[in-house]
């Protein structure tokens, strides 16, 4: 069993909790073998506090965490309590304990997302433009099919392709579409319609599999809204041929997807609708899109926003927003560790080799040295 013996570096910043939407009921669907783990008993983690760093005077949450392309730096995204949107983004040497802030005030012309290691992406008036955290302006990727580019959600660099969502609809919903952008050529691969307001995406690591979740289209349409709106569709594609391969009704609001690190598994996490399953209940699932019908389901007492990860590819990292971290071993059902840190509310998350990063709702960041017992 692993244990996570814990080395702490806190980010500090006077945060106060997420506000969260209110919703119709949606109809919870069966995510296959349903695993209640709060039943459970498992070891406590035991954890030492060695620095405390502060990151902002404002109050800003940390929301995303992306390993940047020297392996040694992590790309922090921060966020108001109440919005998706990053603000800022620092890049931060946990080795060096160095942190400069690279990006200020990001907005509908810029962001951050992995491609795979951390990427900013800033409209050009012709294209747009990709330049890895803590590289040169020199060294940026341009993609320039003559028109202004927004809505950059996803990216592989390396295979030479970029994902946008395409913006519109009156309620700021999105058109649905999911335009697959080559580099080189500056054309258009693919469009992808998902028929659903696409909020967040995730890439295999091989590139060749991209997974979108988001409400339906429908919802933000209707006068009377369906009961079950409240479900986001999971949707994956074959990014070379633009099949579609793989598509779910989460039952859920999902705030997080991610491929395992073989690929062949996808994680998706969030929390359900509190008219229909009560207050404080969260999902975790885990699916293999080329085996349709398998899954593995948690369900927690407590919301997920954000911040769960595959450990490897049958074990998940998962935080919650009552604090607490838990280890899931998907093929026992059951939690193979706890940890509860001085953080309010877990925000996000990033693994790297054998450190746990956790991000939490009061700013902080914590760092968590994964070791075997």
């Known amino acids: 069993m692993r244990i996570l013996a814990i ?13 969260f939407f209110n919703s119709r009921p949606s109809n919870a669907q069966d995510g296959g073998n349903a695993a209640k783990v709060e039943a459970e008993d498992p070891p406590k983690l035991e954890f030492k506090n060695i620095q405390n760093v502060t990151v902002d005077e404002r109050s800003l949450s940390i929301r995303s965490m992306i390993l940047c392309a020297d392996g040694k730096s992590i790309a922090v995204g921060s966020a108001s309590e109440d919005i998706d949107i990053l603000i800022d983004v620092y890049q931060w040497n946990p080795g060096k304990n160095s942190l400069a802030r690279v990006v200020a005030n990001l907005a509908s012309w810029n962001g951050m997302f992995g491609a795979p290691s951390a990427c900013i992406w800033k409209r050009l008036d012709n294209g747009v433009e990709f330049i890895s955290v803590g590289a040169k302006p020199e060294n940026a990727i341009r993609l320039t099919p003559g028109v202004p580019i927004t809505g950059i959600v996803a990216g592989n660099l ?8 395409i913006e519109g609809g ?9 335009r697959l952008w080559d580099i080189k050529s500056s054309k258009v691969r693919h469009d992808l319609n998902t028929k659903t307001s696409v909020k967040h995406v995730a890439l295999s690591p091989d590139g060749k599999l991209l997974a979108a979740v988001g409400l339906p ?12 709106s409240g479900s986001e569709i999971l949707s994956v594609w074959n990014t070379k041929t633009g099949e579609l391969v ?3 009704n989460m039952g859920y609001y999902v705030r997080r997807v991610q491929f ?8 998706c996490a969030g929390f359900g609708d509190q008219f229909l399953v009560g207050p404080n209940v969260g ?24 911040a769960a990860q595959f450990f490897d590819d049958r074990r998940v990292v998962v935080g919650g927003m009552d604090g607490t971290i838990r280890l899931l071993n998907t093929e026992s059902a059951k939690v193979e560790a706890t940890l509860t840190p001085k953080q309010e509310g877990i925000a996000g998350i990033l693994i790297h080799g054998q450190t746990l990063y956790t991000g939490g709702n009061d700013g902080t960041i914590c760092a968590w040295q994964l070791l075997s017992k």
């Open 170 to 178: 009156e309620f700021h919903e999105g058109t649905g579409v999911l």
């Open 158 to 165: 390396e295979k030479g392709f970029a994902v946008q969502r």
């Open 260 to 267: 395992s690190p073989s690929g062949s598994r996808l994680l």
């Open 246 to 248: 793989y598509r779910r």
């Open 7 to 19: 080395y702490v570096i806190v980010f500090s910043v006077n945060v106060a909790h997420f506000g």
């Open 217 to 228: 289209l429908s919802k933000f349409h209707l006068r009377d809204v369906p009961e079950n």
């Open 283 to 306: 999902y975790v699932d885990v699916l293999e899109p080329r085996r349709p019908g398998w899954s593995q389901r948690f369900e927690l007492n407590t919301w997920i926003w954000f």
